[in-house]
């Protein structure tokens, strides 16, 4: 399953945001979408999903045009998750149930309660299952929103800024098993990041906006500091430790 | 497609505490469905007129005598159908409404449509010359042209609501700018209904006043008939869209994540919503904080989750209504106070104690 994006524009009534947008992900990737704020990377997700029309340019899924899609054929290939999500007053449990409504048809079966939980499991969140999901803390909030978008068993994920409500041992767990979920069973992931470092962590592949346009896009070889400095507007050192790099503002 | 988790083999504790969950929700459903009834067979009952219990039963199976007939099917079937069918569908259009105007507060005379409801009786009565004052003992104020009100009424309360859908189209249904609207109209119809009034003779503004009372005993079984239709169809409907409204819940971009077409979920909602409040102010008059009461009460007790919500919304709407109308017929006995009084004065004071009390979770 391949999601691709061709010459996609997108403008908030008349003024531009993005400009002639192009990439692919294939199945087992995880992309980092890397810019300034407001430079359009929640935009793009959005685009990507169809919660925004984009007004030119296409973009396929496993070869199908999203626009031909109904609603729920689309969320069984891509799931989404917002930057903060505001939940309905119910359980953890129903909460992540939710994640199974494209596929319920009257009403949620033997094997949606399984994978719900199955996902509770994954992201150790069962002793929560029965808890008022507006009693967690942000960062646990964040992983039920991760765990319903994993229960609705997408070919490709969109996370926006996953990471940037937990601590740092939930923002290395929630990459690796998001990165593991996607390597195991042949998902995409695309990711808003602004740690570039969690981001070179977690990503093998980065497309770095700048101006609404693409100004790099590929491997971790396009993270140096000069392109760093042109999108970013500061100057950083890269160095290598431990067989990766890292990103040291100077 | 092969997935990285694996559906739970071991450790099924959250099913099974998921299904307890469950269970209690729909037991609470049978409660409310029994507690319905009995408050449905006790209305029966009540009233002026001494018929024992045993002489109702045998006349609801078709026995009893031509008098008790009356009574009972004429006058009393028809009011307790009425607050049944009213009471659902207007907690129902409140549960609906607070879901799609993401607004607690929203209830069916949010959106200017009572008021639109009001203005047309007004005019029906004031400028039609529908109603008058009738001398003889038993209602003090009487409308010698019902129909007449009611289609006012009707006319303009739709026109409220198509007004609304089109001032909502506009700015591309943004819940913000419908309640504005609502506001907007309702302020709109009112000036018109108080102009109409400053206007009209004394007897003409009792008629006017005494109609926005609401007041289960207007409806015959002609009404009731079209209310019950309209209702049950939008209920079923509304059954139908349970999963969207858990997803609008939360948030419109979660919604469209899960493959929810929100502004067509938002458009249907609002407008059936609408129309069974529509339906019930122009046949009924005015019946506050039923909107309000049932789904909030409902939502506490058993969260957001529109499986359970919307038919235990309808049941409580029921049940308040009822218990509101017996209230009516027996506080200043054997007058009978306007039902839509005996609700206003005692919701007000009860959604206020249910803030006060306590917000599981958010209101
Ligand atoms: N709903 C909106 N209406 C108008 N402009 C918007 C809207 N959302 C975002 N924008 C603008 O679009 C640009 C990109 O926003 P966004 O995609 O949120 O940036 P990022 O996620 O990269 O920080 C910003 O200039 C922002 O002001
Ligand atoms: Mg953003």
């Known amino acids: 399953m391949k999601l691709e994006v061709q010459g996609l524009c997108f403008g908030y009534s008349g003024r531009r945001v993005l400009n002639n947008i192009s990439f692919s992900v294939a199945s087992g990737d995880c992309a980092a979408i890397l810019g300034t704020n407001g430079v359009g990377k929640s935009t793009l997700l959005k685009c990507l999903n169809r919660i925004l029309r984009c007004q030119e340019g296409r973009i396929c899924i496993g070869g199908a045009d999203i626009r031909g899609l109904d609603g729920n054929e689309l969320a069984r290939r891509i799931g989404y998750v917002a930057q903060t999500s505001r939940f309905a007053d119910t359980t953890v449990f129903d909460a992540v149930l939710l994640g199974r409504k494209p596929y319920i048809k009257w009403d949620a079966t033997r094997r949606d309660l399984e994978l719900a939980q199955g996902v509770l499991e994954r992201l150790s969140l069962s002793e929560y299952a029965m808890r008022s999901v507006n009693e967690l803390s942000g960062g646990e909030m964040q992983k039920v929103a991760i765990a319903r978008a994993l229960a609705q068993q997408p070919d490709v994920l969109l996370f926006d800024e996953p990471t940037s409500n937990l601590d740092l041992k939930n923002q290395l767990e929630v990459i690796r098993i998001i990165r593991e979920i996607v390597r195991e069973s042949d998902m995409a992931a695309i990711v808003t990041m602004h740690d570039l470092n969690l981001a070179l962590r977690f990503a093998g592949k980065f497309i770095m906006l700048r101006n609404g346009e693409i100004y790099a896009a590929g491997g971790p070889e396009i993270l140096t500091a000069e392109s760093i400095r042109d999108v970013y507007g500061v100057d950083v050192a890269i160095e290598a430790y431990g067989g990766s790099k890292v990103v040291i503002p100077r | ?363």
Not at chain 2, 48 to 77: F, H, S
Not at chain 2, 306 to 325: M, N, Q, V, Y
């Open chain 2, 1 to 363: 497609m092969s997935q990285g988790y694996k559906a739970a083999s071991s450790g099924l504790g959250g099913i099974e505490a998921y299904h307890r969950h469950i269970r209690f929700k729909g037991l609470l459903l049978c409660a409310l469905a029994v507690l319905t009834f009995l408050l449905a067979l006790i209305c029966v009952n009540a009233g002026t007129a001494k018929i024992n219990p045993m002489q109702v039963l045998k006349t609801i199976l078709g026995g009893g005598g031509e008098k008790d007939y009356i009574v009972i099917w004429r006058i009393r079937m028809p009011r307790v159908v009425s607050a049944l069918v009213a009471g659902a569908g207007l907690s129902v259009a409140g549960c609906v409404m607070q879901n799609t105007l993401k607004n607690p507060l929203a209830s069916p005379s949010t959106l200017g449509i009572s008021s639109a409801a009001t203005f047309g009786a007004n005019i029906a009565i004031i400028a039609f010359g529908a109603g008058t004052i009738l001398s003889t003992a038993g209602d003090p104020v009487s409308i010698n042209n019902p129909y007449l009100v009611t289609v006012c009424a009707f006319i303009c309360s739709m026109g409220a609501v198509l007004i609304i859908l089109f001032l909502a189209r506009l700015r591309g249904f943004s819940p913000e700018s419908i309640v504005l609207a609502g506001v907007a109209l309702s302020s709109i119809f009112g000036a018109g209904t108080t102009l109409l009034q400053y206007f009209a003779p004394d007897i003409l503004i009792a008629a006017a006043i005494f109609w926005t009372f609401g007041d289960l005993a207007r409806a015959s079984w002609n009404e009731v008939l079209i209310m019950s239709v309209t209702v049950a169809g939008c209920l079923i409907f509304f059954f139908f869209q349970r999963w969207n409204y858990n997803a609008l819940s939360n948030g419109e971009e979660t919604a469209k994540g899960l493959g929810v077409n929100a502004q067509r979920v938002r458009f249907w909602g609002l407008l059936l919503s609408s129309l069974i409040t529509a339906v019930t102010v122009s046949f009924l008059g005015m019946i506050g904080f039923i909107g309000l009461l049932g789904p909030q009460i409902m939502r506490r007790i058993i969260g957001d989750d529109h499986r359970f919500l919307i038919p235990a919304s309808a049941l409580a709407g029921s049940i308040i209504l009822l218990a509101a109308d017996t209230l009516a017929r027996v506080v200043i006995s054997p007058a009978v106070l306007p039902v839509g009084a005996v609700t206003s004065v005692f919701g007000g004071p009860m959604f206020l104690y249910m803030l006060i009390r306590g917000r599981r979770g958010r209101a």
